[in-house]
């Protein structure tokens, strides 16, 4: 086993990024100029980090795989974003936001790497704004804040139901000047397919051109992953349909070490899955849980009537019903965490009392609310919501109850990195959501925006310049390199492969197949033997996929299920991984829930004494066993608690 | 309540942008109206892959309607028959059984066919880099309430900030436009201090590079307004026509 | 001030300035026809010693008509425009975006006018104003009476009436697209200034209509 360093600097906790500033290296202007960054990936962290470097002076290449920087999933983001601010003067500060953080996070995420997001939490908001991002406002001009799950204080900057599309376009647009200004080169509608070392460090990556099907080669002094998480290993999750793990998982076949895959949150308030062309889940905002009541029927007998269209919901007497997260959780109600309130729902299902036409669902009831409230103030609160909850599933949410289901939604889960965002490859940096850093085991509402941005605005462009300062020596790299040479031909050779296998399966049926596998073996409620399942019928399916697997068309030439069954591949693999952690980590935390290991009252139970630490996995190749290095979590700011929604 | 329909598609298809496209018939039997549009499009390219045909290529992402990459002119609406919303959200309930819908690429000479339904809406970021952001640099930005804004103000400006950059707007213009997109990002920074002081340089360059990418002039039929998925207002082109002539008149 | 003729917007700026200019100048013929309805010798002393061949009539003239050259013009050099692009490829499918008829049929409403002006111009002006200003035979200083053996002729009031009819759709579309266009719009404004547009081309279109009318129907020179 490999010795982790994390490389957390000493000192204080509130000291400790203001010290690593104050002593790392940084590089001057005119050498800046000399070094090139490839940046892959323009979600919040992407783009934020493209755009910062490039104002610095560096030579930035950016990629994404879509037609435009802006259609990034960061996009979809409705909720808000966190910052240490305390304007509402309600007892906020940057140790509170930290804390709640950690402990949103089930204590599985470094203390170090937590207290520096919530420091720099507050100039995100100071940057956005001064970009000209609309954030509300109160009638006295100045900023509105939310309140949100996990937090005793208003702390939450928001954007009408569409923070992350703000975020993003003001990332975008101070990345549009970066282009404009000629510090970025942009690449679009391109997808990175490897990454090229050269004497072990990064030095550039094999993208597909995805409209001419043409493999490219991009050399730099540095390579940033941004690609996000890998949720659709799920098949079906609240993602874009094009997002993707790929990026990330040819880094861990490079060497990089991939933290904690297992963990994945799946979100509660999700418009539940209609039949089986169902192509993505629709996320609703979780704030719907502060007013809604959610239960199905008391008595196997209605929920069958009710799936079979027999009987309404609204035919039910108040007697008739369990709400069962209040009759579980007196104390909390409906407003237990994410976690808590998937797991319960699935509870439910799986003990058929499910409802909707697949069974795969739970009422959502504003009933009780707009008699308490009035349907106006209902209206003016969730009215987008049910506007668009009715569009979807052509039901009145004021005259019956909304119907809602988890799926997955982020993943903690990513690449390895220590405190400077580098992954244990030297000059190979991942940043977002596809790294693993800051949200332990579970991530907290209007969180991820906030990370994202910290480390593209303000963490990354600090941190690279350390390993940057050693390379002003290293001239430009060309890309007739034999490491170039290997890498394109590893890619062509694997393409040439997916397309001779000349199978009768489409690669959205293999995908399917692995979503099912995913979701019932390594889904909410994982046990030894449920992910013993899976690894079995993952090896399976990873046969299938090679023997069975069609794409039409040509490798040359622009071919969407060509890109689609590399992604696949890659999920497949991925999968497995996260079966072996899952079966590593004989505990429940977070969006980990092992069925061995809950308390009597069938809550999650953490075991500090055994598990508390990173797995980070490193490959050893084709068909053998990754090794497990372990990358101890030392607390020593914060005292653990076991966490407690009933009193 | 949903049921099950049979279709009739009238697809264009049309392998780059240089060979001749034409239109390619197809039915589907048994498409529940549950079904998102895109979903439906699923199951046709599920069925060409199995008979072993190319799929129809056609852009998509979050498919909850707010990446703007779907497009698709469908039965002589962009995003279809269905009001505020763009086409992954747009439902199968909306058609009937017997129906044939035609699907069409945006057309416009701004955005060139890449392949089948693909279109290259480059033009766009290319129009928001000639000045479409507030010229800060990261770090060194005054506290974030620093400067009150008027709540009116900042609602406008997040009135015209939702616009998804889909480009119906163009799709849906005789004149193939692209007012609307440039309008509401001028307007949006056009009516916050942060976005003052450069509001000159910017309605002008943008403009200057809206008309040089070949979009057409606007002649208010206002098309784009009613097709737009998000409600971007038409008058946040009187506002680029006041901000672009207060710009070239007053100074 | 090339961006008069570059810019997009300076072109439509140019159309619509030209274009309310025409609107003051109908407003303003429009009045003048109406005396035709009071008495014939009160129209026949302004056409005459008011605005006669007196050099501010004869600038107005060119004034007058440099705007309707600048609006025609215009109107061709941008809708050529448009035209490209829109592309070489158009759809299949007729659009069903409900807007207003009269907005998207600008340049056809405004040729059909054109044309009509031709007429109008060689039956009306040139016989009044331009034969006597080029000392041109057969002048007619009695501007009422021609009035009267012009609309005494069935087709020719038939034509006017359908001229006056598509240049209320032009008008209706034109007043506030210009005022938008000058970027005097906004929400509240829209609808107010989409009403007095259509007060406005409604007066204009009654206003000339209804001389023609009277005047072919005797209802005219009330007042002897």
């Not at chain 1, 002094?221 to 098949?235: E, K, L, R």
């Given at each position: 086993?490999?010795?982790i360093?994390?490389?957390?600097?000493?000192?204080?906790?509130?000291?400790?990024?203001?010290?690593y500033?104050?002593?790392?290296?940084?590089?001057?202007?005119?050498?800046?100029?000399r070094?090139?960054?490839i940046?892959v990936g323009?979600g919040l962290?992407?783009?934020s980090a493209?755009?910062?470097?490039?104002?610095?002076g560096?030579?930035v290449?950016?990629?994404c795989i879509?037609?435009s920087?802006?259609r990034a999933?960061?996009?979809?983001a409705?909720g808000g974003?966190?910052?240490?601010?305390?304007?509402q003067n309600d007892g906020d500060?940057v140790y509170r936001?930290f804390?709640?953080t950690?402990?949103?996070?089930?204590?599985?995420?470094r203390?170090?790497n937590?207290?520096r997001?919530?420091e720099?939490?507050n100039?995100?908001i100071?940057?956005c704004?001064?970009?000209g991002v609309?954030?509300?406002?109160?009638?006295?001009?100045?900023?509105?804040n939310r309140?949100f799950?996990?937090?005793?204080?208003?702390?939450t900057?928001?954007a009408r139901?569409?923070?992350?599309q703000?975020?993003l376009?003001g990332a975008?647009s101070a990345?549009m000047?970066?282009?404009h200004?000629?510090?970025v080169t942009?690449?679009?509608?391109?997808?990175m397919l490897?990454l090229?070392?050269?004497?072990?460090?990064?030095?550039?990556?094999?993208?597909?051109d995805?409209?001419?099907?043409?493999?490219?080669?991009?050399?730099?002094?540095a390579?940033?992953i941004a690609t996000g998480g890998?949720g659709?290993?799920f098949f079906?999750s609240?993602?874009a349909?094009?997002?993707?793990?790929?990026a990330?998982?040819q880094?861990?076949?490079?060497?990089a070490?991939?933290?904690n895959?297992c963990m994945?949150?799946?979100?509660?308030t999700?418009?539940?899955?209609h039949g089986?062309?169902?192509?993505k889940?629709t996320?609703?905002?979780e704030?719907l849980?502060?007013?809604?009541?959610i239960?199905?029927?008391?008595?196997?007998?209605?929920a069958?009537a009710?799936?079979?269209g027999?009987?309404?919901?609204?035919q039910?007497?108040?007697e008739?019903?369990?709400?069962?997260?209040?009759?579980?959780?007196p104390?909390f109600?409906?407003l237990v965490?994410r976690?808590?309130?998937?797991?319960?729902?699935?509870?439910r299902?799986?003990a058929g009392?499910?409802?909707g036409?697949?069974?795969l669902?739970v009422?959502?009831?504003?009933?009780?609310a707009?008699?308490r409230?009035?349907r106006?103030?209902v209206e003016?609160k969730?009215?987008n919501?049910f506007?668009?909850?009715?569009?979807i599933?052509?039901?009145?949410?004021y005259?019956?109850p909304?119907?809602?289901?988890?799926a997955?939604h982020?993943t903690?889960?990513?690449?390895?990195?220590?405190y400077e965002?580098?992954?244990n490859?030297?000059?190979?940096?991942?940043?977002g959501e596809?790294?693993f850093?800051d949200?332990?085991?579970?991530?907290l509402g209007a969180?991820?925006l906030?990370q994202g941005?910290a480390?593209?605005?303000?963490v990354l462009?600090y941190?690279?310049?350390n390993?940057?300062?050693?390379?002003?020596q290293?001239?430009?790299f060309k890309?007739d390199h034999?490491?170039?040479d290997?890498?394109?031909?590893?890619?062509?050779d694997?393409?040439?492969?997916?397309m001779?296998?000349?199978?009768t399966?489409?690669?959205?049926?293999?995908h399917k197949?692995?979503?099912?596998?995913m979701w019932?073996y390594?889904?909410?409620?994982?046990?030894?033997?449920?992910?013993e399942?899976a690894i079995e019928k993952?090896k399976q399916?990873?046969?299938?996929?090679?023997?069975n697997?069609?794409i039409?068309?040509?490798?040359?030439d622009?071919?969407?299920e060509l890109?689609?069954a590399l992604?696949?591949?890659?999920?497949?693999?991925?999968?497995?991984?996260?079966?072996h952690?899952?079966l590593?980590r004989e505990e429940?935390?977070?969006g980990h829930?092992r069925i061995?290991?809950q308390?009597?009252?069938?809550?999650?139970l953490r075991d500090?004494e055994n598990f508390s630490y990173?797995?980070c996995w490193?490959?050893?190749g084709e068909?053998k066993?990754?090794?497990m290095n372990?990358e101890p979590?030392e607390y020593?700011?914060?005292?653990r608690?076991q966490?407690?929604?009933?009193s | 309540?949903?049921?099950?329909?049979?279709?009739?598609?009238r697809?264009w298809?049309?392998?780059?942008?240089?060979?001749?496209?034409?239109?390619e018939?197809y039915e589907?039997q048994n498409?529940?109206?549950?079904s998102?549009f895109?979903?439906?499009?699923?199951?046709?390219?599920?069925?060409?892959?199995?008979?072993?045909?190319?799929?129809?290529?056609?852009?998509h992402?979050?498919?909850?309607?707010?990446?703007g990459?779907?497009?698709?002119?469908i039965n002589?609406?962009?995003h279809?028959?269905?009001?505020?919303?763009t086409?992954c959200?747009?439902?199968?309930r909306?058609f009937?059984?017997?129906?044939t819908i035609t699907?069409?690429?945006w057309?416009?000479a701004?955005f060139?066919?890449i392949?089948d339904?693909?279109?290259d809406?480059?033009a766009?970021?290319k129009?928001?880099?000639?000045?479409?952001?507030?010229?800060v640099?990261?770090g060194?930005t005054?506290?974030?309430?620093?400067?009150p804004?008027?709540?009116?103000n900042a609602d406008?400006?997040m009135?015209?900030?939702?616009?998804i950059?889909?480009g119906?707007?163009?799709?849906a213009c005789?004149?193939g436009s692209a007012?609307l997109?440039?309008s509401a990002k001028?307007t949006?920074?056009?009516?916050l201090p942060?976005g003052k002081?450069?509001a000159?340089r910017r309605?002008?360059?943008?403009?200057?590079?809206?008309d040089?990418l070949g979009f057409?002039?606007?002649?208010?039929?206002?098309?784009?307004?009613v097709?737009?998925?998000?409600n971007?207002?038409?008058?946040?082109i009187?506002r680029?026509n006041?901000?672009?002539?207060k710009a070239?008149?007053?100074s | 001030m090339?961006?008069l003729i570059?810019s997009?917007?300076?072109r439509k700026f140019?159309?619509?300035?030209?274009?309310?200019f025409?609107?003051l100048?109908?407003?303003f013929?429009?009045s003048?026809?109406l005396v035709?309805?009071?008495n014939?010798e009160t129209?026949d002393f302004?056409?005459?010693e008011?605005l006669?061949?007196?050099?501010?009539a004869?600038?107005?003239?060119?004034?007058?008509?440099?705007g309707f050259v600048?609006?025609?013009?215009?109107?061709?050099?941008?809708?050529?425009q448009n035209?490209?692009?829109r592309?070489?490829?158009?759809y299949?499918?007729?659009?069903?975006t409900?807007v207003?008829?009269?907005?998207k049929n600008?340049f056809v409403?405004?040729l059909?006018?054109?044309i009509?002006?031709?007429?109008h111009?060689?039956q009306?002006w040139?016989?009044m104003?331009f034969k006597?200003?080029f000392?041109?035979?057969?002048?007619?200083?009695d501007?009422?009476?021609?009035?009267v053996?012009m609309?005494?002729?069935?087709?020719v009031?038939?034509?006017y009436?359908?001229?006056?009819?598509?240049?209320?759709?032009?008008l209706?579309h034109?007043?506030?697209?210009?005022?938008h266009?000058v970027?005097?719009n906004?929400?509240?404004?829209m609808k107010?200034?989409k009403?007095v547009?259509n007060?406005?081309s409604t007066?204009?279109c009654?206003?000339?209509?209804?001389v023609a009318?009277?005047?072919?129907?005797?209802?005219?020179?009330?007042?002897g």
């Amino acid at each position: 086993m490999n010795k982790i360093n994390s490389k957390i600097p000493a000192g204080p906790l509130e000291n400790k990024w203001s010290n690593y500033k104050d002593h790392q290296k940084l590089v001057n202007p005119a050498n800046k100029r000399r070094l090139d960054i490839i940046v892959v990936g323009t979600g919040l962290a992407g783009a934020s980090a493209a755009a910062s470097l490039g104002e610095m002076g560096f030579n930035v290449l950016n990629f994404c795989i879509q037609d435009s920087p802006r259609r990034a999933h960061s996009i979809a983001a409705q909720g808000g974003i966190n910052a240490a601010k305390n304007y509402q003067n309600d007892g906020d500060s940057v140790y509170r936001l930290f804390y709640d953080t950690i402990k949103g996070g089930d204590y599985r995420a470094r203390e170090a790497n937590v207290y520096r997001l919530a420091e720099v939490s507050n100039s995100i908001i100071d940057q956005c704004v001064a970009q000209g991002v609309p954030f509300a406002r109160e009638y006295g001009g100045l900023l509105d804040n939310r309140s949100f799950g996990g937090a005793q204080v208003s702390r939450t900057f928001y954007a009408r139901g569409q923070t992350g599309q703000q975020l993003l376009l003001g990332a975008y647009s101070a990345l549009m000047r970066a282009v404009h200004n000629k510090h970025v080169t942009l690449y679009t509608r391109h997808e990175m397919l490897d990454l090229v070392m050269i004497d072990g460090r990064a030095r550039g990556i094999i993208a597909r051109d995805l409209v001419t099907g043409k493999l490219e080669r991009f050399s730099a002094h540095a390579v940033v992953i941004a690609t996000g998480g890998y949720g659709n290993t799920f098949f079906l999750s609240t993602n874009a349909m094009t997002s993707n793990g790929s990026a990330a998982w040819q880094c861990y076949r490079k060497g990089a070490y991939f933290a904690n895959p297992c963990m994945a949150q799946i979100h509660p308030t999700c418009i539940p899955v209609h039949g089986e062309f169902q192509s993505k889940l629709t996320l609703m905002s979780e704030s719907l849980r502060n007013d809604g009541r959610i239960w199905v029927p008391k008595k196997l007998e209605d929920a069958k009537a009710i799936r079979e269209g027999k009987l309404k919901p609204t035919q039910l007497k108040e007697e008739e019903r369990d709400y069962y997260l209040e009759r579980r959780y007196p104390a909390f109600g409906n407003l237990v965490p994410r976690d808590v309130a998937s797991r319960a729902a699935k509870e439910r299902c799986d003990a058929g009392y499910g409802v909707g036409t697949t069974g795969l669902a739970v009422y959502l009831d504003f009933k009780e609310a707009i008699e308490r409230l009035g349907r106006d103030v209902v209206e003016d609160k969730y009215g987008n919501l049910f506007q668009m909850y009715e569009k979807i599933v052509d039901e009145n949410p004021y005259e019956t109850p909304m119907m809602i289901f988890p799926a997955t939604h982020y993943t903690m889960g990513g690449i390895w990195v220590d405190y400077e965002l580098m992954t244990n490859i030297p000059g190979l940096f991942a940043i977002g959501e596809a790294n693993f850093s800051d949200h332990g085991a579970n991530r907290l509402g209007a969180s991820a925006l906030m990370q994202g941005l910290a480390d593209g605005y303000f963490v990354l462009p600090y941190t690279i310049q350390n390993y940057l300062a050693d390379q002003i020596q290293v001239p430009r790299f060309k890309t007739d390199h034999p490491e170039f040479d290997a890498a394109e031909k590893g890619i062509k050779d694997r393409i040439n492969k997916l397309m001779n296998i000349k199978g009768t399966h489409s690669v959205d049926h293999i995908h399917k197949e692995l979503g099912h596998i995913m979701w019932e073996y390594v889904g909410m409620g994982r046990s030894k033997e449920s992910l013993e399942t899976a690894i079995e019928k993952l090896k399976q399916l990873k046969k299938d996929f090679l023997t069975n697997l069609r794409i039409p068309g040509n490798k040359e030439d622009m071919n969407v299920e060509l890109e689609k069954a590399l992604r696949l591949q890659d999920f497949i693999e991925i999968g497995e991984l996260m079966a072996h952690d899952a079966l590593d980590r004989e505990e429940s935390c977070g969006g980990h829930f092992r069925i061995e290991h809950q308390t009597p009252e069938g809550e999650a139970l953490r075991d500090d004494e055994n598990f508390s630490y990173v797995s980070c996995w490193e490959y050893q190749g084709e068909d053998k066993a990754p090794v497990m290095n372990k990358e101890p979590l030392e607390y020593e700011f914060v005292v653990r608690q076991q966490r407690n929604y009933k009193s | 309540m949903d049921k099950n329909i049979n279709i009739k598609l009238r697809i264009w298809r049309q392998r780059s942008p240089k060979e001749k496209g034409h239109f390619e018939n197809y039915e589907l039997q048994n498409i529940s109206q549950g079904s998102s549009f895109l979903e439906m499009m699923d199951i046709l390219n599920e069925k060409l892959v199995n008979e072993g045909k190319e799929p129809v290529v056609f852009d998509h992402d979050c498919r909850e309607g707010i990446c703007g990459m779907c497009s698709l002119y469908i039965n002589g609406h962009p995003h279809g028959p269905d009001e505020d919303v763009t086409t992954c959200q747009l439902h199968m309930r909306k058609f009937d059984d017997g129906d044939t819908i035609t699907v069409e690429p945006w057309r416009s000479a701004a955005f060139p066919i890449i392949r089948d339904l693909m279109v290259d809406r480059t033009a766009f970021d290319k129009i928001i880099q000639a000045g479409g952001y507030v010229s800060v640099n990261t770090g060194g930005t005054p506290d974030a309430n620093a400067i009150p804004i008027p709540k009116k103000n900042a609602d406008a400006a997040m009135d015209a900030a939702a616009c998804i950059g889909c480009g119906a707007c163009v799709a849906a213009c005789k004149n193939g436009s692209a007012m609307l997109f440039v309008s509401a990002k001028v307007t949006q920074f056009a009516q916050l201090p942060q976005g003052k002081p450069e509001a000159a340089r910017r309605a002008k360059s943008m403009v200057a590079k809206m008309d040089e990418l070949g979009f057409g002039n606007c002649t208010n039929t206002g098309a784009c307004e009613v097709e737009c998925p998000k409600n971007i207002s038409i008058t946040n082109i009187a506002r680029l026509n006041h901000e672009f002539l207060k710009a070239k008149i007053g100074s | 001030m090339s961006w008069l003729i570059k810019s997009s917007i300076g072109r439509k700026f140019v159309q619509s300035i030209s274009g309310l200019f025409m609107i003051l100048f109908l407003l303003f013929h429009m009045s003048m026809n109406l005396v035709l309805i009071f008495n014939y010798e009160t129209y026949d002393f302004i056409a005459n010693e008011i605005l006669g061949a007196n050099w501010w009539a004869i600038v107005g003239t060119g004034v007058i008509a440099l705007g309707f050259v600048v609006h025609i013009i215009y109107a061709i050099y941008l809708t050529l425009q448009n035209k490209k692009a829109r592309g070489v490829n158009r759809y299949a499918s007729s659009s069903k975006t409900p807007v207003a008829w009269s907005s998207k049929n600008m340049f056809v409403l405004g040729l059909f006018i054109l044309i009509f002006l031709f007429l109008h111009l060689y039956q009306f002006w040139y016989q009044m104003q331009f034969k006597e200003l080029f000392h041109i035979e057969g002048a007619r200083p009695d501007g009422a009476q021609l009035v009267v053996e012009m609309f005494s002729q069935v087709w020719v009031v038939i034509l006017y009436v359908f001229a006056f009819v598509a240049l209320w759709f032009h008008l209706t579309h034109g007043f506030w697209s210009a005022i938008h266009t000058v970027g005097w719009n906004n929400t509240v404004w829209m609808k107010r200034i989409k009403v007095v547009g259509n007060i406005i081309s409604t007066l204009i279109c009654l206003g000339f209509v209804v001389v023609a009318l009277a005047v072919h129907f005797g209802f005219s020179n009330i007042l002897g």
